[in-house]
Nanobody
Framework: QVQLVESGGGLVQAGGSLRLSCLAS????????MGWYRQAPGKQRELVAT???????NVADSVKGRFTISRDNAKNTVFLQMNSLKPEDTAVYYC???????????????WGQGTQVTVSS
């Protein structure tokens, strides 16, 4: 069974930076689109950024120019570099993968447990 494990969250002052990582653990053969979503208290989960296996990225307007998504296919890992953080970026950040295939089967719409990012003013 494949698991998505996020790391890198924490507390940072406004204007600071954090780098989130998400590793797909297990005997992974391929992963299609990977992405980051976030959910702030009292709000719906929203898309932050996605990236295809070929490296094509899509970034939400609210974070464009501040956040960068990237991935290392060889290490089954996706990253989110977050710069110029604002208090409104405070949320639980979730990693998601559209389809993960192992040598035995494929799984669809996998999610990580989430990592808390808190930006103080």
């Amino acid at each position: 069974q494949v698991q998505l494990v996020e790391s890198g969250g924490g507390l940072v002052q406004a204007g600071g930076s954090l780098r989130l990582s998400c590793l797909a653990s297990g005997r992974v053969f391929s992963i299609t689109v990977m992405g980051w979503y976030r959910q702030a208290p009292g709000k719906q989960r929203e898309l932050v950024a996605t990236i295809t296996s070929g490296g094509s990225a899509n970034v939400a307007d609210s974070v464009k120019g501040r956040f960068t998504i990237s991935r290392d296919n060889a290490k089954n890992t996706v990253f989110l570099q977050m710069n110029s953080l604002k208090p409104e970026d405070t949320a639980v950040y979730y990693c998601q993968a559209d389809r993960i295939c192992t040598v035995r089967r494929c799984e669809h719409d996998d999610w990580g447990q989430g990592t808390q990012v808190t930006v103080s003013s």
